[in-house]
């Protein structure tokens, strides 16, 4: 029983590279999200997917986008990557609200330059 | 609009008994929950209050007083493994579920 995943764990992209964070759980949690937390700062709330096949924006979700792939795999895409996005991103699932136990990935750890 | 505010850094003694105090604004409230989280790891599922009290597991409790938009971590018999960041968090009884909002952690540390 691995939890939550999160590939890559670390990455270095250029300006205006794209690339996809991967994200699976393994416990059958019907609610997924991805935040972000940049440097001393709490989490913050990019794309949230109540179930498969819904997302939702969530507090800042310019310059992203999801894909809820099936039950276990939410990944989260970055276009055209820009230095404002470099940051810690962590994946985390949940049993349905309003319960918010949520279970977190390691993290992948993201520079842009 | 939603918010929390909760001390950004406090500093104990080992052995001790240290409180976390964190105030909230939503325009709604279901729950307020703590997650705790190591230098370089991620966040791990603490405690979750959604009714007035106290709610215990171990040597760490939490408190939530929902008429006073308040609520706190309570540490007991603190241990060095203890330091960490320590977040509260709500989720707003919005139109939106995806209304989830972090702290910004207090960054608790230990004295021998």
Redo the contacts between chains.
Sequence with gaps: NAGVTQTPKFQVLKTGQSMTLQCAQDMNHNSM?W?RQDP??????I??S?SEGTT????VPNGYNVSRLNKREFSLRLESAAPSQTSVY?C?SSVA???????????TRLTVT | GQSLEQPSEVTAVEGAIVQINCTYQTSGFYGLSWYQQHDGGAPTFLSYNALDGLEETGRFSSFLSRSDSYGYLLLQELQMKDSASYFCAVRDRGSSASKIIFGSGTRLSIRP
């Design positions: 999200y935040y001393g700062m709490g989490l913050r709330l794309y949230y109540a939702d924006k969530g507090e962590f985390a609200p309003p319960r918010d136990e949520q279970y977190f990935g390691p993290g």
